[in-house]
């Protein structure tokens, strides 16, 4: 299987492309700006492949599938929403510097993958046996998209995720992630007159706090963080309620299920409170065995490319790759944009780094599909 050679891909045209998916925002928490997103992409990739996605609709949020021939042999995996709440464009718009780097929410993380992607397999003299699937939810854990992911992966002979890189090295391994609320409730009372009628749930929420953080293991890699917390309703009122949301990530399955046990066991402190634990694991680990193939083919793409040496990191962060590498599926992440600052005002993708990767992406999946 042959791959065309992306050197004619106009650098202006593909900032253009870049510029429109960002300009589309799509926060994950605004279905009517996802749909705009969705329908931006949508006409991106059928313009560059020359086939419109099949939308897949679940819980009210739309999916985009690509399917080029019966059967899967390589998931081209991605997501079009982001951290990034409505409004952002307003006071950070989309530009690119002097540097050629292209920033903007949501620039690196991830819609200058998909632009690679697209032009990537736009590439190919052949595209049987390739999907594409482009997600609504991976920033908030997939909770619509997971089975679709896992089902649209099952048997292939790999999956590649355009998840952005880690500082231009791919992503090797991936801890697994689980997310809990922790939900207590106390009893209100008059703060000033009678506040030893309480349970003061504020009380309770600090201690259950500290046993949380307890719960990580760093000599193993296990981090246990309590993150949002909300508690009461006025200054004069004995805090009735409150909750706590923790994010648990790590490197086996052995040590989520510890965790899980272990926040599921906690017992309150105060007399005549309660706790309820809400949530669980999430993504299962991506570990190197997964990946270990699919890393050494694609070093070996680059050198033939005349690229840098390829680099590999393993990371604490989660992507829909996890699930992927879940159900068995050779995985290797990171394939997306050169750049940095995910999640952080300021991210930005290396404009001259576009062509060079999707033409690595290239070179890896038809190197698959002629296995």
Known sequence: ????????????????????????????????????????????????????????????????????GGRTGVVLLGHYDTVWPAGTL???????????????????????????????????????????????????????????????AAGARAALVLEPSAGGALKVARKGTSMYRLVVTGRAAHAGLEPEK???????????????ARLGRPEVGTTVTPTVASSGTTTNTVPASAYLDVDARASSVAEQERVDRALRELQPC????????????????????????????????????????????AVGGGSDGNFTAGVGVPTLDGLGAEGDGAHAEGEYALVGGIARRAALLAGVVAEILAA
């Open 1 to 68: 299987m042959g791959v065309a050679r992306l050197d004619h891909v106009d650098t202006s045209q593909v900032v253009s492309e870049l510029e429109a998916l960002v300009n589309a925002e799509s926060p994950s928490d605004d279905p009517a700006l996802l749909e705009a997103c969705a329908s931006a992409v949508g006409s991106l990739g059928a313009e560059l492949l020359g086939e419109a996605p099949e939308q897949v609709a679940v819980e009210g949020r739309t999916h985009l599938l690509w399917r080029f």
């Open 198 to 212: 309480g349970v003061n749930a504020t009380v309770e929420l600090a201690h259950q706090a500290l046993a949380v």
């Open 270 to 313: 105060l007399p005549g409170a309660s706790i309820r634990v809400e949530g669980g694991i999430n993504r299962p680990p991506l570990d190197r065995a997964s990946s270990e193939g699919l890393y050494a083919l694609a070093q070996r793409v680059a050198e033939r490319l005349g690229m840098p040496p390829l680099a590999g990191a």
């Open 90 to 152: 307003s006071r950070w718009p989309f530009r690119v510097d002097g540097s050629g780097r292209a920033t903007g929410p949501g620039a690196f993380d991830m819609k200058a993958g998909i632009v690679q992607m697209f032009h990537a397999v736009a590439c190919l003299d052949r595209r049987e046996g390739v999907t594409i699937l482009l997600t609504a939810d991976e920033e908030i854990g997939s909770p619509t998209s997971r089975r679709l992911i896992e089902r649209t």
